[in-house]
């Protein structure tokens, strides 16, 4: 399927605005552009979408994995972590037994610790994913787990790791070439937080028994579609929409607020998807993550009574009569009878509407997508329209998607400060 999107709601709401005009000659440009990337900017995470000469390793090693071992840890950061975990995380819900997967992306010493201590070293495997080889984090953890198999008696390690990074004189290649462990190559022209597609996202997607193809699929249908009618498109649509609110009504932050728990992962690889690619040259908005509807107890208050500077996305999955079943005379008996014999999933679709139209009350727009199940074909279906709309709005904005310049200062400082305090030790 295609992703499914309110745009009749969104368009009537743009012409009681006063900006269906603007709007219209957006959406135009944006058609137009999106066309144009697809065909002819040879993008590496477009393509990737229709490839499958890398399925088979990936599948091959990711057996293996599963087969052999009982925790997977994966070292990453950023692009390199982020979209393995939002792939996966519907696991459990496709009711698939795989490893044990743990991702400490975010280098915190204490953390690490708690992890070292909780592994079964015999049965604990290691994947890093660095696409430069030069990644600060991930090569100061493998350094830390390399050590730590050591000191569990266990010395051989070539088969304790998997490796995936560019080819050419990489660190973290020549660490895997002294183990003589397995490496892939990262894909050369696909930057980390579009690699998602990539064996980055599908190798531990693989070794939790997903499929890898049907990710693909699901992408290269939404590719598909916008080649079809782009207009149409949920991507180029939302792009033109974000790009005329943006520069029209002042709109500086865009909400991502799924209503599914196994969603929150793929909340935090958007996020970083839409600030890293957009947030240049003084432009940009800003993204707010949150999910439903637990995050309606912390930020929906700020949404409703806060300054209107925000624009709303909602993913929704068809859930009624779904889930646990609400008891009736336990209801009544506490009072509340309006839950009587409702399902979990009942109370949270309804949750979800109400939410949605106390926003439109208050003059928001609010887009809502709408996926029939949570899948590995429409997981990857989502992926591919946040990466179109994502690389569609910085051809509006007259920006490079691709670099992220501004960061380099605090890495050279961080390697300034740790030399100077080796220095003083």
């Known amino acids: 399927m295609t992703i499914e999107f309110n745009r009749d709601d969104l368009l009537k709401q743009l012409e009681k605005d006063g900006l269906l005009e603007t709007f219209q000659g957006h959406l135009e440009k944006a058609a137009s552009y999106a066309v144009e990337m697809i065909k002819t900017h040879k993008l590496g995470w477009v393509r990737i979408a229709g490839e499958d000469y890398d399925i088979d390793p990936m599948d091959e090693r990711g057996t293996y994995i599963r087969d052999t071992y009982t925790d997977v840890v994966i070292l990453g950061t950023g692009g390199s972590s982020l979209g393995a975990k939002a792939a996966t995380a519907i696991a459990p819900i496709m009711d698939k037994e795989g490893v044990a997967l743990h991702v400490p992306d975010s280098l915190c010493p204490f953390e690490m610790d708690v992890l070292l201590r909780k592994l079964p070293a015999e049965t604990t495997h290691i994947l890093a994913i660095s696409k430069s080889g030069t990644t600060a984090e991930t090569l100061s953890q493998t350094i830390v787990m ?70 693909r699929k699901g992408a290269k249908d939404v590719i598909a579609s916008i080649l079809e009618d782009a207009q149409s498109s949920a991507s180029v649509f939302g792009a033109a929409l974000l790009h005329t609110l943006n520069t029209e009504r002042g709109i500086t932050q865009t909400v991502l607020m799924p209503y599914a728990e196994s969603l929150r992962d793929l909340t935090r690889w958007w996020g970083q998807l839409w600030a890293e690619s957009l947030g240049k040259e003084g432009q940009g908005t800003t993204p707010l993550v949150a999910v439903g509807p637990v995050d309606q107890h912390s930020q ?126």
């Open 146 to 215: 390399m050590n730590w198999f050591e000191e569990n008696a266990i010395t051989d390690l070539k088969d304790r790791f998997t490796f995936v990074t560019e080819p050419g004189e990489r660190v973290l290649r020549k660490v895997a070439e002294k183990l003589g462990s397995v490496t892939m190559d990262h894909e050369t022209d696909i930057g980390g937080r579009f690699s998602v597609l990539s064996n980055v996202g599908m190798l531990p997607v693989a070794a939790m028994g997903l499929n890898p193809q049907c990710y």
């Open 300 to 425: 929906l208050q700020l949404y409703l009574d806060g300054p209107r500077d925000k624009m709303y996305t909602f993913i929704t999955i068809p859930s009624f009569k779904q889930g646990p079943v609400i008891s009736g005379q336990a209801a009544k008996e506490m009072g509340l009878d309006y839950m009587a014999d409702c399902t979990i999933g009942d109370v949270v679709t309804l949750q979800s509407k109400a939410t949605q139209n106390t926003l439109k009350n208050k003059g928001d727009i609010v887009r809502e997508f709408k996926i029939d199940r949570l899948n590995e074909y429409n997981i990857g279906a989502i992926f591919m329209s946040y990466m179109l709309e994502t690389g569609i709005t910085a051809g509006l904005m007259g920006i490079d998607a691709y670099d992220q310049p501004a960061v380099e200062e605090g890495k050279i400082l961080t390697r300034q400060y740790l030399n100077e305090l080796k220095g003083q030790s």
